[in-house]
């Protein structure tokens, strides 16, 4: 099973600054890792596929990067509705399909 | 615009059976690949596994054993049962869709809004 090690836990910004957000996999995943956004109450939203590709509806600020075994995921010009919990998920090597244990944003 | 909506008992009974029903509205069910994902309270998210509209099924081999997963294309259905449930199957229960319908399946949106079951006695 590929294990997706997030960091950090939390990150507490405050609006306008930028937030990179970190995925290790304990195995080469090539390209193929998502992020995902959850806020309270909701269902997780797709954000980013295949390392780097929005998904639909999703703000230019939003951007990932990255192969292998290190991903990031940035989000410039933090803005209060970017509060959330921050998901990476993996679909190299399944099943299972993993996801990491994921980064909280806090916008001070 | 599609939406999926889960339902099911609420409260399950330790070593009964968990049954869900996620009940797409606004798509056609076929040609997609369908996921159900659970989350216990204040932690992160498990793949429970993934049906085709063919009926093909993968499913996490932590929990083949007690896992199925079917399709009800007519009534744009599909259903999840997992089998001698424990404490530890307490969780929000999601069903979502996959992006596409060939290399993508695996990213999944859109998603229900999920249903919690709790299991105890």
């Known amino acids: ?3 997706l090690t997030q960091s950090p836990a939390t990150l507490s910004l405050s609006p306008g600054e930028s937030a990179t957000l970190s995925c290790r996999a304990s ?9 995902y956004q959850q806020k ?10 295949e390392a780097s590709n ?5 703000p230019a600020r939003f951007s990932g990067s990255g192969s292998g075994t290190d991903f990031t995921l940035t989000i410039s010009s933090l803005e209060p509705e970017d509060s959330a919990v921050y998901y990476c998920q993996q679909r190299r090597n399944w099943p299972p399909l993993t996801f990491g244990g994921g980064t909280k944003v806090e916008i001070k | 615009q599609v939406q999926l909506q889960e339902s099911g008992p609420g409260l399950v009974k330790p070593s009964e059976t968990l049954s869900l029903t996620c009940s797409v509205s606004g798509a056609s069910i076929s040609d997609y690949y369908w996921t159900w994902i659970r989350q216990p309270a204040g ?3 498990e793949w429970i596994g993934r049906i085709y509209s063919s009926g093909d099924t993968r499913y996490n081999p932590s929990l083949h054993s007690r896992v ?10 599909v259903s999840l049962r997992l089998t001698s449930v424990t ?9 979502a869709r996959g992006l596409g319908s060939t290399w993508d399946h ?7 809004q999920g249903t919690l079951v709790t299991v105890s006695s």
């Open chain 1, 1 to 3: 099973e590929t294990v």
């Open chain 1, 27 to 35: 195995q080469s995943v090539d390209r193929y890792l998502a992020w």
């Open chain 1, 40 to 49: 309270p109450g909701q269902p997780p939203r797709l954000l980013i596929y």
């Open chain 1, 54 to 58: 929005r998904a639909t509806g999703i």
């Open chain 2, 43 to 45: 932690k992160g998210l």
């Open chain 2, 68 to 77: 199925t997963m079917s399709v009800d294309v007519f009534n744009k259905q």
């Open chain 2, 87 to 95: 404490a530890a199957d307490t969780a929000i229960y999601y069903c």
């Open chain 2, 106 to 112: 695996n990213w999944f949106d859109p998603w229900g």
